[in-house]
């Protein structure tokens, strides 16, 4: 089973315990008038959305390519984990103003019904949380993480859920309710902008984080024929599918018929970063005309600023 097959099961799979347990949920929120529960409830309802978004994307995402679309739609996972930060954000908002309300005026809560509710809501998320982490790619996919995050911080919201209704119990505590709500509303709040920044980062072309450019030169130019490199972009299509483009300074003496094992070579030592999708110009150092990124630092070139 290939990985992209792989996530689209376990999401579906997750979607449909979550889902289930969020409409359980819900209803013991309103039975036990608890806040806990019910912005638990609320984040598996965010929880759900964003898995069946994450689900869609999968499904939009293995499209062929087409002439308007030379990449095909594998961009769309992106868009997605964008979408889930951006509810992350927002869910934590509204739990944060509710809480505060509830602990200017704490209502009667019934704490043993949100009590038994709230460890069921724990093992439901834990369940959910280990087949997303057995079958799913949640540290390379951001689309995948950024619905992991949500059952996460949805399984944080349980653990506070039943530390509130442990301390109302004990102690008589009618605030802990709502303090519980906001340990969990920075939690999700957390995550939220944490994705969010990461999509954007995609989606404005910035390099991979966990790439060095440097070290990628460094790989092009180690090649016996290639003096330097300019105009180096280095950008990431989809999560895990990385594409570079590059112009690579060959002396004048070279024989061009060489070329197209320089580009093998180049190409081959480029995969072992990852790189599936490099495009590599072989250019003359009289056709060069710009300095490049790493000009002059990782290689000695004729390349020079107006030349």
Avoid at 247 to 272: C, P, Q, T, W, Y
Wanted: with cysteine; hydrophobic share 50%; net charge neutral.
């Amino acid at each position: 089973m290939d990985r992209h097959h792989a996530n689209k099961k376990t999401l579906l799979i997750s979607f449909l315990i979550i889902g289930i347990y969020m409409v359980v949920e819900a209803v013991g929120g309103i039975l036990t008038n608890s806040l806990a529960l019910l912005s638990d409830a609320t984040h598996m309802l965010s929880d759900s959305l964003s898995l069946g978004i994450a689900l869609l994307a999968f499904i939009v995402s293995a499209r062929e390519a087409n002439k308007k679309r030379t990449y095909g739609n594998k961009r769309f996972e992106i868009l997605a984990a964008l979408i889930n930060g951006i509810l992350l954000i927002g869910l934590a908002g509204y739990i944060f103003i509710e809480a505060v309300e509830r602990i200017k005026n704490p209502p009667a809560i019934k704490i043993g019904g949100m009590l038994a509710i709230s460890i069921i809501g724990l093992l439901v998320n834990v369940l959910v949380a280990y087949i997303m982490h057995r079958g799913g790619d949640v540290e390379e996919n951001l689309n995948m993480r950024g619905a992991f995050l949500h059952v996460l911080s949805d399984m944080f919201g349980s653990i506070g859920a039943i530390l509130a209704a442990v301390l109302m119990l004990l102690f008589g505590w009618a605030w802990a309710d709502p303090a519980a709500s906001l340990i969990v509303a920075f939690l999700v709040l957390r995550s939220g902008i944490r994705l969010s920044r990461d999509a954007v980062h995609v989606l404005m072309e910035g390099a991979p984080k966990n790439l060095e450019g440097e070290k990628i030169v460094a790989a092009i130019v180690s090649e016996e024929k290639i003096k330097s490199v300019h105009d180096f972009h280095l950008w990431t299509i989809t999560s895990g599918l990385h594409a570079l483009t590059c112009h690579a300074v060959v002396s004048e003496e070279m024989d061009f018929r060489e070329a197209g094992g320089i580009l093998k070579r180049i190409n081959h030592a480029l995969r072992k970063f990852g790189i599936k999708h490099a495009t590599i110009q072989l250019e003359t150092e009289h056709h060069c005309r710009e300095a490049s990124l790493f000009c002059g630092s990782l290689a000695s070139s004729g390349c020079k600023e107006g030349t």
